[in-house]
């Protein structure tokens, strides 16, 4: 099995800056994409960034040039520097992997449980 666990969440005022961190374990061969999506209330799971094993990054024309996405492959860990933050930017922030779990086999999606990050005016 693969876990994800995030942590960093929390309240901050608008303007206000948090730091996200994201760690997996579990039975691992190799990790691909990795990256962060946001689901607000009401609303549909939406992409903030990700970034390739290489370092490649992608990020929401939402978040550009507020937000940093960085990894530690070595730690199977992926971060998320979330700076001048808005009340838009308020909702459950999950962490994904695209993990292959042996040399043999099959690549698949794996999510984190979620961490709320609630941005106050």
């Known amino acids: 099995q693969v876990q994800l666990v995030e942590s960093g969440g929390g309240l901050v005022q608008a303007g206000g800056s948090l730091r996200l961190s994201c760690a997996a374990s579990g039975s691992i061969f190799s990790i691909s994409t990795m990256g962060w999506y946001r689901q607000a209330p009401g609303k549909q799971r939406e992409l903030v960034a990700t970034i390739t094993t290489d370092g490649t990054t992608n990020y929401a024309d939402s978040v550009e040039g507020r937000f940093t996405i960085s990894r530690d492959n070595a730690k199977n860990a992926v971060y998320l520097q979330m700076d001048s933050l808005k009340p838009e930017d308020t909702g459950v922030h999950y962490c994904?992997?695209?993990?292959?779990?042996?040399?043999?086999?099959?690549?698949?999606?794996?999510w984190g449980q979620g961490t709320q990050v609630t941005v106050s005016s």
């Open positions: 994904y992997a695209y993990v292959r779990r042996w040399s043999w086999g099959t690549w698949q999606d794996y």
